[in-house]
């Protein structure tokens, strides 16, 4: 592994490889199935994937257009939202939650979040319980805010990427220099204004539900990869850097507010 000892890479040396495997030849380390990035991963081989996961979004959001037809405002928020899953699978060659790298993170992505997210965001509009002014105008700010917010940063980050000088290195310009994670932090902006276009205490329970999953198993597996990936460069910048919420570095508190 890369950033090891010469000790620690003669120990690990001498241990044998597990090659335990269940569910079809599946590794038993359960960790490495829910990988949706992979340091070691053969980009050259990305092609397949996101030719899979172009097409399986634009099926799964055919139930949702069908279910908010009436309402041009979640119309609008899921044409940008295919668009925005569009340019995350197609914008870099290397796995992410549009276009995982494993076939179990592709199984629930596919199988259960996107699916999930169609169903709550159209199905459970049609029967609104959630009312106030300028809701709508509200939902849209958010929505849009969140989204060109996430989106920025994901677009300059494939820009940055690209050019020749800064392979390898790890971004941490532009908004990374404010958070370690401002997709995530869009994110939770979307999709609460997303479900307060719906009008549903269905729909809001997804943005609070991923303020748990964000700190309990996403941003933790996302330092890993970053981590592995950028041995010299991660530790110092996720030392002076917020994780998720700009200014605040304290773990603790990121704990309390997921919980």
């Known amino acids: ?66 279910w908010v037809k009436q309402s041009w405002v979640l119309c609008l928020m899921g044409g940008f939202f295919l668009i925005k899953a569009l340019v995350e699978i197609w914008g870099q060659q290397t796995p992410t939650w549009m276009c995982p790298g494993t076939i179990c993170m592709l199984l629930v992505v596919y199988t259960l979040l996107v699916p999930t997210v169609a169903t709550m965001y159209g199905y459970c509009s049609i029967t609104s319980d959630i009312h106030f002014q300028g809701r709508d105008m509200t939902a849209l700010v958010l929505y849009f805010g969140g989204s060109c917010y996430s989106l920025a940063y994901e677009v300059g980050r494939f820009r940055w990427k690209a050019q020749p000088e800064n392979k390898g290195k790890l971004h941490t310009v532009g908004l990374a220099a404010w958070c370690i994670h401002p997709n995530y932090l869009g994110d939770l902006f979307t999709y609460t204004g997303w479900a307060l276009a719906c009008g549903t205490q269905c729909a809001i329970s997804i943005p609070i539900l991923m303020v748990w999953t964000f700190e309990l198993f996403v941003v933790p597996n996302s330092d890993i990869y970053l981590a592995e990936r950028y041995p010299k460069e991660f530790p110092a910048y996720a030392e002076k850097t917020a994780t998720l919420i700009p200014g605040l570095h304290s773990t603790v508190a990121r704990k309390i507010l997921a919980w």
């Not at 010469?6 to 241990?15: C, I, K, P």
């Not at 070691?40 to 257009?65: A, D, T």
Request: net charge neutral; aromatic share 10%.
């Open 1 to 66: 592994m890369v950033g090891t000892s010469g000790t620690d890479s003669a120990t690990e040396s001498l241990l044998p490889e597990s090659k335990a495997t269940c569910c079809g030849g599946l590794k038993r380390d359960f960790t490495q199935w829910i990988q949706w990035r992979n340091p070691g991963g053969n980009v050259g081989q990305r092609l397949p994937w996101q030719c899979l996961c172009s097409v399986l979004m634009l099926l799964e959001m055919v139930p949702y257009f069908m």
